[in-house]
């Protein structure tokens, strides 16, 4: 455990000020744009090409390049040089192919992702899409660059990389406001240069954070050199292993297609309560995830592949119930001080330039929901990269088909049944029962596949985790409903209630946890201790 809690805390700090840097940034780019016609517009245009990349190259960075570097590492006579240089050869080819066709189908894939979007906001969607589509590649390469220093126990500078991208996108949208202020939310009036000032400007800082880590994969003895003989990158074995990876990413993406489109079509109907409020919010509930799920995930994988690959597959289960563990002892009481404050945090970010109070809230409500869904979601990777350590792609894809049937048609009741204002809290509340399931059911499989996974145990600790964490929400709800009485919600008593309320509900919890000898939350403390010390 020692030596994957080491690793995570190097990724964890690099990832906390990389998310830390990130709510600025989403900040910012809401008091510019807002969250209404061109706040949707961006947004949209923002997530294809990261809908893209995963659908075509992310998965399968995880699921099969990564263990097949480090077979290759360990079977190759050159320590799998050559190898890391045909797949560097084949990403930027391809990628840049990738690219290229995308920016040009820029309005087939606006249509795509909107519902009932006139005429003016689709082109100003397409236009932003133009200018971001290119970062495909940049994106990707970087991608790829970080991979091999995953394998190499080299995971500072992926972490530390989108720091500078975000960054670079602050300055973008500072300028942006201080150029247009509020007619800066306005999609009839935004010019082509206001749209080139938002688009290249996000492309700009992808193009940075790909600098950063391709320096970084030099530094660590890495020399690009093409080589085109391709067939000995083993791509007929990439891509019998792969095929599985694209249909779970496939079968994802459509699930987040349905979403998408159902969140605009409800932004139409209820404007401010659309897709912005939903990205929003998931971006915020991926915070906690980010920083310390991710963490560990990334920091397990090469370990647990390098157990299968050695011929000791009984190592996963310690090494996976090690990680739940480590994931569970934080993200128990983020979820839950998540759905006491959601609108604390939403309101304290949000509610400056362009934006709202009452759009701010709204926010938070769906935030609430996704704080939910904190720890199931972060078991349900955690899970599947049990089946990656194997090589089995086959079985995610089929897990991925039964969440995405379960959180469509509870999407589509909510996108039905619900006035159109609390639709996004629908879907929000969709994607957390579909989670629920898929972690049940993917934790049944992956015990069968590994010959147990301690539930028995890891159930036991999560209870106690959520137990020690009960007086941090009640604490948090009993300072949330003092300070709004007291002084109403705006974003100095949302300040208040997050320093009080999350603070000392945070410390509360690690002190109970710490009474009551949670193993993982006394390691914290003594590697804690340990440094202040010094």
Request: charged residues 10%; hydrophobic residues 55%.
């Amino acid at each position: 455990m020692s030596r994957v809690l080491r690793a995570s805390a190097i990724m964890a700090a690099g990832t906390m000020v990389s998310r830390v840097t990130g709510f600025v940034r989403t900040a910012v780019l809401a008091a510019a744009i807002g969250t209404f016609a061109l706040g949707d517009a961006y947004n949209v245009a923002y997530t294809i090409p990261l809908v893209l990349f995963d659908l075509l190259i992310g998965g399968v960075l995880s699921s099969v390049v990564i263990p097949m570097i480090v077979r290759r590492q360990r079977s190759d006579p050159d320590g799998g040089r050559a190898y890391e240089q045909r797949l560097m050869t084949l990403g930027v080819l391809s990628l840049t192919v990738l690219a290229l066709i995308a920016t040009a189908l820029a309005g087939p894939l606006i249509g795509l992702y909107s519902t009932g979007w006139n005429a003016r906001k689709i082109e100003v969607a397409v236009t932003l899409a133009q200018y971001i589509l290119p970062q495909i590649a940049f994106f990707g390469i970087g991608a790829i660059a970080g991979a091999i220093l995953n394998t190499r126990d080299r995971f500072a500078a992926p972490m530390w990389a989108p720091v500078l991208n975000n960054i670079v996108m602050i300055g973008v949208a500072i300028f942006y406001y201080v150029k247009l202020g509020g007619a800066g939310t306005d999609v009839d009036t935004v010019s082509d240069g206001d749209l080139l000032l938002l688009g290249l400007g996000t492309t700009a800082g992808i193009v940075a954070q790909c600098l950063v880590l391709v320096v970084s994969l030099h530094r660590v003895g890495f020399r690009f050199r093409p080589r085109f003989d391709l067939r000995e990158a083993g791509l007929g074995e990439m891509g019998r292993t792969a095929v599985w990876t694209f249909a779970y990413v496939g079968i994802s993406q459509l699930g987040f297609l349905i979403t998408t489109r159902l969140a605009t079509g409800a932004g139409e109907r209820a404007p401010g309560a659309g897709n912005s409020a939903y990205a929003y919010a998931y971006q915020f509930f991926q915070l906690p995830y980010g920083i310390i799920a991710v963490s560990v995930i990334t920091a397990m994988l090469p370990r647990m592949s390098r157990s299968v690959s050695e011929g000791r597959p009984a190592e996963i289960a310690g090494e996976f119930a090690s990680g739940v563990r480590l994931v569970a002892v934080l993200l128990v009481p983020a979820g839950l001080l998540l759905m006491v404050l959601g609108p604390a945090v939403t309101v304290l970010i949000f509610s400056w330039g362009n934006m709202t109070v009452e759009s701010a809230v709204h926010i938070g409500n769906v935030l609430q929901i996704f704080g939910l869904a904190l720890v199931p979601f972060s078991l349900f990777q955690l899970l599947l990269r049990v089946f990656y350590a194997f090589g089995d792609t086959r079985t995610p894809a089929f897990l991925a088909l039964g969440n995405v049937a379960v959180n469509a048609s509870l999407s589509l009741v909510a996108y039905v049944v619900l006035p159109a204002r609390y639709v996004v809290m629908g879907l929000a509340a969709a994607f957390t029962v579909a989670y629920v399931v898929g972690t049940a059911v993917a934790w049944t499989m992956a015990a069968r596949r590994v010959g147990g996974l301690g539930g028995r145990e890891v159930a036991a600790g999560l209870s106690r985790m959520y137990l020690a964490a009960l007086p941090a929400a009640g604490l948090a709800l009993g300072v949330l409903w003092l300070t709004r009485e007291l002084t109403g919600l705006n974003a100095l008593s949302s300040a208040i209630m997050l320093a009080v309320g999350g603070g000392l509900g945070m410390v509360l919890y690690l002190a109970i946890a710490h009474r009551m000898r949670i193993p993982e939350v006394s390691s914290i403390v003594g590697m804690v201790a340990g440094r202040v010390g010094r």
